[in-house]
């Protein structure tokens, strides 16, 4: 029974197809579905007949909007597909499928090479240890070119690109490719519909032999660079057999040492079939990857735990030493490994929320474990238990009910009511809590309102669920204005997201101009800054008493620690002679993270700064963890009011490719627009301008760029994170 199990964990593959926008992705995704046979009709996007673009607004803006995950088999495995968006809008969706993947597949334009989107998805990638191989598409593109593609991603993404294939043939007079591991050539016959037929295989044409010599020798030293196996069989042969190079390059592949590169033209169904080879060969199983880590309760237990920090709570006069007990019971957690086994307790993670005309769908990855139709999970969010109604193969928007999912399993369910994006389902016995997928804070806002006022709670409930299924969504009311404002990572995702409304339940909305997410940092900081609170109102009294110095963050240089740079914010203390407890100074740290929530220019997150705790007292009867906390908040913020501010604006890196006439008009209105360019090429009569844009300034450029280039210019952006805003520095 356990070697059954691990042969059928063996052949599963979980992999994303990963792309900037209009690369090929959902094409590419289209055509592996029809050479596997899952399929029987090529579907085209520009004909909104695709099976992974299935919802009305994907198919009218012809991009991917929503991850899509799609199952096929293919020389007897099993391979479970998510589509991801290439938009940058909605890199947030991508961010759920890698959490849960264990592959991916990186498409690139033959002519544009590596993207913007491209370079974000690759990082993406990175930070979550996802294998990858990349396929260049478009070769029967005018300017195709394998060789600059490949350069750009060894330039922009750093990889060790190992390029197995050879073209044959360019442009439009692009056939098929000479497969340099076992020096076979591959044509596709066209069979008049622009769709290759089927793959021929036959010896490398004579022109091409001396040419695919040379690229197969340099495969064979790039690998055995990198390989201690395939370098021993190298110097004693000189050379290296098909079976050991494949396996070199599985090897690589799964521990990022080098990114096997394939080719060809997803649109003429050339290069899919080697391409699912290598999905198979070279990308990892689920039995390939680590057992799957995450944290459980011990002791006193984590519900017990919570139970107390509640009661506590509720009794505050006297309860501080209760509820600093009952945080132990939190605190007391270790860490646990879950293996991919379906014989282990069970443990999945929920990706994806979708509600559908027939129910609400959990989208899961199963990592350990076995679940049955009917079965009772413990889900840790909202820490009850839940039952699985139906357990679904997911097939796009179709759907086969299925009677269990075991380890290595990516299916949806049906019956969960609390389940979020991030949740951990596991069985009720065994308790674990795995780490959810990152969620981007939104940078751009609108107000939303019903133009009916009877529509105003159908359309908080809307609005509810649409941030229920899309975490990067933020929905909240302006308690100055009582206006209803939705956030989102960029214009496009708001429109998205408000169209959906409005086609759903057929609700009339205004929505008001988009508005950028500001931010406030230090650039002078301030020394001693000396904080005393004191309150006596009958009963217990509270004292603290804090010396705070404040500095940005950078002024510390190497010292930060990443998390810190990364999260904006760093504390420590410098008391010495225990003048302040350590639990104390916890407090305090706490109170300052408080602060940190409106700054003193106009209310904006603050970020980008350093506190150190130099001194403090305290009252052998009035001190107390809330009098610390209230310290820290109140004596940053008086801090934060000496200290020299400045308003930082998110800014983006904006791509635009225009034809070369109008390339003057162009750089005057990113000009115009605060832009500063930073880099311009020229490329079969395109040039493609890269520069740096305030966010504020990229509304409505879509169609000013259109009106400038008569329709022939596009763009793309990603964001770069926050630069100060003009004539921001104040005091």
Known sequence: MRNNLDRHLSTV????????????????????????????????????????????????????????????????????????????????????????????????????GVEPQSESVWRQADRHGVPRIAFVNKLDRVGADLDAAVASIRARLHPVPLVVQLPIGTENDFTGVVDLLRMRALTWSDDGDLAGGTVVEAAVPQELRKEALRRRRLLEEAVAERHPAALEEFCDRETLSAETLSGALRDLTRTGDGVVVLCGSAYRNRGIEPLLDAVVSYLPSPLDMPPVRGTHATGRGMQGGVDRVQEGADRMQGGADRMQDALGGVQDVVGEQRPADPSAPFAALAFKVSATPTGRLTFLRVYSGTIEKGDAVWESGARRTERIGRILRVQADRHAQVECAVAGDIVAVVGLKSARAGSTLCAPEAPIVLEPPGVAEPVVSVAVEARASTDADRLASALARLAEEDPSLVVRTDPETGQTVLSGMGELHLEVAVEKVRRGLGLEVNVGRPEVTYRETVVGGVSGLVFRHVKQDGGAGQFAHVVLDVEPLDAVGGESADSDVESGFAFRSAVVGGRVPQEYVRAVEAGCRDALAEGPLGGHPVTGLRVTLTDGATHVKDSSETAFRTAGRLGLREALRRCVMVLLEPVVEVSVTVPEDAVGGVLGDLAARRGRVTDSTVHGGSAVITATVPLAELFGYATRLRSRTQGRGTFSARPTGYAPAPAAVTR
């Open 13 to 112: 593959r979980n992999l994303g197809i990963l792309a900037h926008v209009d690369a090929g992705k959902t094409t590419v995704t289209e055509r592996i579905l029809y050479a596997t046979g899952t399929t029987h009709k090529r579907g085209e996007v520009h004909d909104g007949t695709t099976i992974t673009d299935f919802d009305p607004q994907e198919r009218d803006r012809g991009i991917t909007i929503f991850a899509a995950a799609v199952s096929c088999d293919w020389d007897g495995h099993r391979v479970n597909l998510i589509d991801t968006p290439g938009h940058v809008d909605f890199a947030d969706e991508v961010e759920r499928s890698l959490r849960v993947l264990d592959g991916a597949v990186a498409v690139f334009d033959a002519v544009a």
